[in-house]
């Protein structure tokens, strides 16, 4: 049974465990850092937002976390039609919570600046402005040096997936999570004399957005995707493997604004070599797709106590989808991205 929470509430009691867990359609829990029952280096923050152009065949991805031990600063830029990708990641040492992420998901400013990266994201009044540079990207034909600014456009009216789960190992560690998708983009960047644009009318942008104490060592699945499906905007959000999920799945699609709840879901991946097709599919059979990886965003991370192993992986969904009244969508070379992640934080 999946435990939809429908209006606003504290997510943490004064013990520092979640008040109610579930599931739900807007960030009804209201997040306090200072209620965590752990030290700064248990508490992981991040916003991280993927931008894709399902006709033009390009991407950009921006990430800004606070581990504890270390922030983690990136962006990447994609070229589905080259199969490229190129990314400049910044760590910044102990940052312990003063990287600045705002409390609530729809509100705020947060930033980083050095020679080599700078990012800012602030979000208000239903607008998400992405501004970034980066001068050692380099695209497929040696062209060097990215700069660029995007606008998401997230109307009070859209729905996303919103979950908050814990640890059945210890209930003091949880996740609380939201998940945009769909989300209108507009603006664009440069690389070299190279403009890159995305168009409002075909192209959308999501955010991923995490606060939470977690315990040391999780692996993770996750994808998503978004685009038009006969004209009406349509997406989805699948993953699980870490925190006990027994409250709620992250799993849905999105359509036309609305979340259509999807139950259990399963990625069928051959680890041995990634770039090989994928396969998913669903406990109530309303999700059956295949996929064929592009671009493996691959990386391997390790300073002191955190090590990361990343691959998140670009590329073509084809299948079903079923929505709440039984309408069956088919999907053919659908733009986006899944991911197994492995960390030790």
């Known amino acids: 049974m999946q435990n939809e929470i429908l209006s606003p509430i504290d997510l943490l009691g004064d013990d520092g465990r979640i008040t109610n867990e579930g599931w739900a359609r807007a960030p009804f829990w209201r997040y306090d850092r200072q209620k965590i029952k752990a030290g700064p280096l248990r508490v992981k923050e991040w916003d991280y937002y993927s931008i894709l152009s399902q006709d033009k065949r390009f991407g950009i991805t921006l990430t800004m976390s606070d581990l504890g031990y270390a922030g983690l600063f990136a962006v990447c830029f994609l070229d589905f039609e080259k199969r490229w ?33 700078s990012l800012t994201f602030v979000s208000a009044g239903g607008l998400r402005s992405l501004s970034f540079k980066a001068p050692g990207i380099r695209n497929a034909e040696g062209d060097e040096g990215l700069e660029g600014a995007v606008i998401l456009s997230q109307p009070p009216e859209l729905e996303s997936m919103n979950i908050a789960t814990s640890w059945a190992e210890n209930r003091k560690a949880f996740y609380y999570n939201r998940k945009i998708n769909c989300m209108q983009a507009s603006g664009g960047f440069t690389i070299g004399k190279r403009r890159y644009e995305f168009d409002p009318a075909s192209d959308f942008g999501g955010l991923d957005w995490g606060r939470g104490r977690w315990t040391y060592k999780n692996r993770w699945y996750w994808g998503s995707a978004a685009g038009y499906v006969g004209g009406v905007p349509f997406g989805w959000n699948i993953g699980y493997g870490f925190s006990d999920r027994s409250p709620a799945s992250e799993n849905c699609l999105f359509y036309a604004g609305t979340v259509h709840k999807l139950d259990e879901v399963s990625f069928q991946i051959d680890t041995n070599d990634y770039t090989k097709p994928w396969r998913f599919t669903s406990s109530d059979g309303r999700f059956d797709m295949d996929f064929r990886p592009l671009v493996d965003r691959n990386s391997t991370t390790k300073i002191g106590p955190i090590k990361s192993v990343q691959h998140q ?33």
């Open 85 to 117: 990708f190129h990314q400049v990641d910044r760590l910044s040492v102990f940052p312990l919570g003063k990287t600045g992420f705002p409390a609530h998901s729809d509100e705020g400013r947060v930033s980083f600046s050095d020679k080599d990266l």
């Open 313 to 345: 992986v670009f590329g073509e969904f084809s299948g079903t989808a079923v929505l709440d009244d039984g309408k069956k969508l088919k999907l053919d070379k659908f733009l986006g991205f899944a991911e197994d992640v492995l960390n030790w934080w």
